[in-house]
T-cell receptor, first 115, second 113 residues
Framework: DAGVTQSPTHLIKTRGQQVTLRCSPI?????VSWYQQVLGQGPQFIFQ???????GRGNFPDRFSARQFPNYSSELNVNALLLGDSALYLC??????????????FGPGTRLLVL | AQSVTQLGSHVSVSEGALVLLRCNYS??????LFWYVQYPNQGLQLLLK??????LVKGINGFEAEFKKSETSFHLTKPSAHMSDAAEYFC???????????FGGGTRLMVKP
């Protein structure tokens, strides 16, 4: 079975631009979460979507937004890019609805560089 | 708020030696704890998780972790390190609703031949 897929794998943008990152969950999974991993640090939670509704939001500015589609894929959008947005963006999928013991399965990430 | 702290950002062991990676948690409720591994230029892979069914949890690749409530710890161990174990290891705790994972800062494991 295919795991979580993300596109693109790498991206270079300049300050002030906008970027859209895409994620396809494992087949049958209804929940998608997004994390930001700055170099040398642990991942930080950005959003979780379940059945197309936002279930959780981390401490990120409104420049960050996301959505989930009927096929459970998801997009993360970042506006007005700053140098500090340079990071590895990880998408994770999970079955959904199983509570705190539910395992999240991570994709390979999209590496974003903002110049 | 729940949190985890990983002591030691870098750990170096010799091949065949014991691996011990430390994780302490802070939680006002019984926690759900996870260990993930990240190889270079890859995403995170689940090693094991604690869900209160048993305090000693066995995971993949010979790793295991013991939940100790009295010490608020969930340290990761492996009896004998292999070169292929060299990677970054992250401890994480889930919130009560299962909406988010909070990760520690990570420990980079280096294995010397």
């Amino acid at each position: 079975d295919a795991g979580v897929t993300q596109s693109p794998t790498h991206l270079i943008k300049t300050r002030g631009q906008q970027v859209t990152l895409r994620c396809s969950p494992i087949s049958g999974h209804k929940s998608v979460s997004w994390y930001q991993q700055v170099l040398g640090q642990g991942p930080q939670f950005i959003f979780q979507y379940y059945e197309k509704e936002e279930r959780g939001r981390g401490n990120f500015p409104d420049r960050f937004s996301a959505r989930q589609f009927p096929n459970y894929s998801s997009e993360l959008n970042v506006n007005a890019l700053l140098l500090g947005d340079s990071a590895l963006y990880l998408c994770a999928s999970s079955p959904g609805g199983q509570g705190p013991q539910e395992t999240q399965y991570f994709g390979p990430g999209t590496r974003l560089l903002v110049l | 708020a729940q949190s985890v702290t990983q002591l030691g950002s870098h750990v170096s062991v010799s091949e065949g030696a014991l691996v011990l990676l430390r994780c302490n948690y802070s939680s006002s409720v019984p926690p759900y704890l996870f260990w993930y591994v990240q190889y270079p230029n890859q995403g995170l892979q689940l090693l094991l998780k604690y869900t209160s069914a048993a305090t000693l949890v066995k995971g993949i690749n010979g790793f295991e972790a013991e939940f100790k409530k009295s010490e608020t710890s969930f340290h990761l161990t492996k009896p004998s390190a292999h070169m292929s174990d060299a990677a970054e290891y992250f401890c994480a705790v889930s919130d009560n609703a299962g909406n988010m994972l909070t990760f520690g800062g990570g420990t980079r494991l280096m294995v010397k031949p």
